[in-house]
């Protein structure tokens, strides 16, 4: 349905509007996108039936975003939004690199205006890789990989990172997580030829575990 599109699109717009640093302006959209959610008929219905006037009707959209409404239903695109992604490109690369870190935008915004985080510094390693990359998507896709591949070795990483890797990027792999079984703190191991488990006690002895099976511990080994 295009009321579901057109949201995503709202949705999306009001994350780029907070990365740019505007206030009041996110909360309209996300606004105007959960009407268009709950809206128990098609948007493009309603245009039809009364032009721009009917989807002026719906609760919380407003002259502004009805407009943009409008302009999707007649071209299939929003024009505001593609301005607002080319203008975004660099500042959603470093939002998403910290992301991965675990560092929201609004912990972002302000570790970097206490000076814990220099953001300039970011910047032109994000232009370069959008650059390389070809598109905002791309460059995110690689940060992605990387950050797997990356955090499952406990590594640190940087967007700098992702150039160096980026010609095996197709070849990063997060490190398999290996569990093994435990017994009140002891080591377990399976004997394939006499189908048992045996708990490895201190001295390195074998016992035989006669225990349940609830209560073998599946501890990851990194």
């Given at each position: 349905?295009?009321?579901?599109?057109?949201?995503?699109?709202?949705?999306?717009?009001?994350?780029?509007l907070?990365?740019?640093?505007?206030?009041?302006k996110?909360?309209?959209?996300?606004?105007?996108?959960?009407?268009?959610?709950?809206?128990?008929?098609?948007?493009?219905?309603?245009?039809?039936?009364k032009?721009?006037?009917?989807?002026?009707?719906?609760?919380?959209?407003?002259k502004?975003?009805?407009?943009?409404?409008?302009?999707?239903?007649?071209k299939?695109?929003?024009?505001?939004?593609?301005?607002?992604?080319?203008?975004t490109?660099?500042?959603?690369?470093i939002?998403?690199?910290?992301?991965?870190?675990?560092v929201?935008?609004?912990?972002?915004?302000?570790?970097?205006?206490?000076?814990?985080?220099?953001?300039?510094?970011?910047?032109?390693?994000?232009?370069?890789?959008?650059?390389?990359?070809?598109?905002?998507?791309?460059?995110?896709?690689?940060?992605?990989?990387?950050?797997?591949?990356?955090?499952?070795?406990?590594?640190?990483?940087?967007?700098?990172?992702?150039?160096?890797?980026?010609?095996?990027?197709?070849?990063?792999?997060?490190?398999?997580?290996?569990?093994?079984?435990?017994?009140?703190?002891?080591?377990?191991?399976?004997?394939?030829?006499?189908?048992?488990?045996?708990?490895?006690?201190e001295?390195?002895?074998?016992?035989?575990?006669?225990?349940?099976?609830?209560?073998?511990?599946?501890?990851?080994?990194?």
């Amino acid at each position: 349905m295009n009321n579901k599109k057109i949201a995503k699109i709202f949705y999306e717009i009001a994350e780029l509007l907070e990365i740019k640093g505007i206030i009041f302006k996110p909360s309209a959209y996300r606004k105007a996108a959960q009407s268009l959610e709950n809206l128990d008929k098609d948007v493009s219905l309603l245009y039809k039936e009364k032009g721009l006037a009917g989807i002026k009707e719906i609760s919380g959209i407003g002259k502004s975003i009805s407009e943009k409404v409008k302009e999707y239903l007649d071209k299939g695109k929003i024009k505001y939004f593609e301005e607002l992604k080319k203008e975004t490109a660099i500042q959603q690369v470093i939002t998403h690199y910290f992301e991965t870190k675990g560092v929201s935008l609004t912990e972002l915004k302000r570790n970097a205006k206490k000076r814990k985080i220099v953001y300039s510094r970011f910047t032109r390693p994000a232009k370069e890789l959008v650059e390389l990359a070809g598109s905002v998507e791309r460059a995110k896709k690689a940060i992605d990989k990387v950050a797997e591949w990356a955090n499952s070795r406990g590594l640190d990483y940087a967007i700098e990172t992702v150039f160096k890797k980026w010609l095996e990027l197709d070849k990063l792999k997060p490190k398999e997580i290996v569990k093994k079984p435990y017994f009140l703190g002891n080591l377990m191991v399976w004997s394939e030829t006499k189908r048992k488990w045996y708990v490895i006690d201190e001295g390195g002895n074998w016992l035989e575990f006669a225990g349940k099976k609830e209560e073998i511990e599946w501890r990851i080994v990194k």
